[in-house]
């Protein structure tokens, strides 16, 4: 099968530092060439793809689809081919307005569906989300059926750490307010619990463009380690040493990528009960879910204290049977084949 995956013009695919969705498309990638398929990748310049086509963007999602209309009419039209779009405006989908059938275009949400029309002005546009929750969050906003694919990690590339943990706690997220690093420096002053936090990411949101640098300021006020954006090898060095990776999100948090990396060494999640959380942390087997910051603050204790013994090997085997790398491309692989059969939804 010919698969054509559409990233982001925001940062490059795989992202060298911060960046979720860039990051899950590239794997995606990966796993569907292991799996022997034809794919091409469309990204912003200054990415890379392991033995399939890169199709370099011009920074923006409308003018690069201009830029691969044609191309990618014409791989529809030779053949099996999907268009799998994973952009935040799914400029792609521009594709249905312009005579592609329903069978050969798919789009991923990763977040809200912002500033989308409701319903999108074709019918069945094979919208997806990345968790139950957050399925179920866009059909009600858009009136619409979606189906959902977990996102996966490759296993391969996260090494089991079965060594003693520190006692301190890790947060792990993009550094804008409703992923809630503010509050991670909060809870650590109210509980007395030593903290480290990798975060960045808010120079790519213009209204949160001072966020990173006013919570830094604020860490170093209370004695929290404040470690900005790191490369992988060190974020999973650190992750692996943590009593408990954290989150403090107060949104619905549509999948949350930072538990199952955290879970896929071995280390437990602490975290606010939002969105799809529950579904991805399996209470008190892969890590705790707080209804509140008081509860919330209690776990953490606990957690870091000993009180609450997790079994690593067992954390990371919950990964292994729910949220591999492997797992996520064949359940996309399966919606493929169903559309390419005319089952578009």
């Known amino acids: ?45 200054g ?30 039209k030779d053949g099996e081919a999907v268009v799998h779009s994973h952009e935040w405006l799914y400029a792609f989908g521009l594709l249905r307005m312009r005579g592609v059938p329903c069978n050969y275009v798919l789009h991923t949400h990763h977040g809200a569906a912002y500033n989308w029309p409701s319903p ?9 989300g990345i968790s ?22 490759p296993l391969e590339e996260y090494e089991l750490y079965e060594g003693p943990r520190e006692k301190w706690a890790l947060f792990l997220n993009r550094a804008t307010p409703e992923k809630g690093a503010h509050i991670a420096v909060w809870i650590a002053k109210k509980t007395g619990v030593k903290l480290k936090m990798i975060s960045g990411g808010s120079e790519l949101y213009g209204a949160f463009a001072g966020y990173a640098a006013m919570v830094a300021q604020r860490a170093n006020n209370y004695g929290v380690e404040w470690l900005g954006e790191v490369d992988d090898v060190t974020k999973k060095s650190i992750m692996s040493r943590a009593c408990c990776v954290i989150s403090t999100a107060t949104f619905e948090e549509p999948f949350g990528l930072f538990a199952v990396e ?5 280390t437990p999640v602490v975290a ?74």
């Open 1 to 45: 099968m010919k698969v054509v995956l559409v990233s982001s013009q925001a940062l490059p695919t795989p992202p060298p530092k911060y960046g979720g969705l860039e990051r899950i498309v590239y794997w995606l990638s990966r796993e569907l060439i292991k799996m022997g398929h034809e794919v091409y990748l469309i990204a912003k310049p």
């Open 47 to 76: 990415s890379r793809i392991e033995g399939g086509v890169l199709l370099e963007g011009t920074g923006d999602e409308v003018s690069t689809f201009r830029k691969y209309e044609s191309f990618v009419k014409q791989l529809i």
């Open 120 to 128: 999108p002005p074709f019918e069945k546009p094979n919208l997806m």
């Open 132 to 153: 139950r929750h957050h399925a179920l969050l866009l059909e009600a906003e858009m009136g619409i059926p979606h189906k959902y694919v977990y996102h996966g990690v």
């Open 262 to 266: 955290a879970m896929a060494v071995g």
């Open 272 to 345: 606010l009960a939002r969105g799809a959380l529950p579904e991805i942390i399996k209470h008190k087997k892969t890590g705790l879910l707080s209804r509140n910051l008081q509860e919330f603050a209690e776990h953490l204790n606990m957690v870091s204290r000993g009180v609450i013994d997790f079994n690593p090997r067992s954390i990371r085997q919950y990964v292994e049977s729910h949220f591999s790398a492997k797992k996520m491309a064949e359940n996309y692989l399966s919606i493929y084949k169903d559309v390419l059969n005319g089952n578009c939804f």
